[in-house]
């Protein structure tokens, strides 16, 4: 999935935050963290 975003995010034509966002999002999975993970 990381190429497909690369490419998505390349392919954009302008600096539009929200486009930016938007495109990050999509490609976005939900994940919980338990109480040892390193991001917690």
């Known amino acids: 999935k990381m190429v497909e975003l690369e490419k ?4 954009l034509d302008s600096g539009d ?9 999509e490609f976005s999975v939900p994940v919980e ?7 917690n």
């Open 8 to 11: 998505r995010l390349l392919s």
């Open 17 to 25: 935050e929200s486009a930016v966002s938007s495109a990050i999002e």
């Open 33 to 39: 963290l338990n109480e040892k993970s390193a991001l």
